[in-house]
């Protein structure tokens, strides 16, 4: 199972971007998926979650600003994050709970990281 996160770049102060996270390879079903984040010189943050039965969860700092969704056809999940702070600056990890086949233990995986920069 591989996850490929896209979609980061470079914004200004209140901008918009919208981070993706693609799930390929042998994926039975997808329980819950998640987004973190890390920041230079800190500790990466659980910043979202979407359940397999669409419910959400969101830390304090992106609360009204971020959105999370996933479309389970395309075994992708989205982060829209609108009205962007240079605190929202950091490199943002999809994480996702994959069931392999019927008899397979569930599993966390992480994709690789998309560098979101907001600058003022």
């Known amino acids: 199972v591989q996850l490929q996160a896209s979609g980061g770049g470079l914004v200004q102060v209140g901008g918009s971007l919208r981070v993706s996270c693609a799930a390929s390879?042998?994926?039975?079903?997808?329980?819950?998926i998640y987004w973190y984040r890390q920041a230079p010189g800190k500790q990466r943050e659980l910043v979202a979650t979407?359940?397999?039965?669409?419910?959400?969860n969101y830390a304090e700092p992106v609360k009204g600003r971020f959105t999370i969704s996933r479309d389970n056809a395309k075994n992708t999940v989205y982060l829209q994050m609108n009205n962007l702070k240079p605190e929202d600056t950091a490199v943002y990890y999809c994480?996702?709970?994959?069931?392999?086949?019927?008899?397979?233990?569930?599993?966390?995986?992480w994709g690789q990281g998309t560098l979101v920069t907001v600058s003022s």
């Open positions: 390879g042998s994926i039975f079903s997808i329980s819950a």
């Open positions: 994480n996702a709970v994959v069931k392999s086949g019927p008899n397979a233990p569930f599993y966390g995986y």
């Open positions: 979407i359940t397999s039965g669409g419910s959400v």
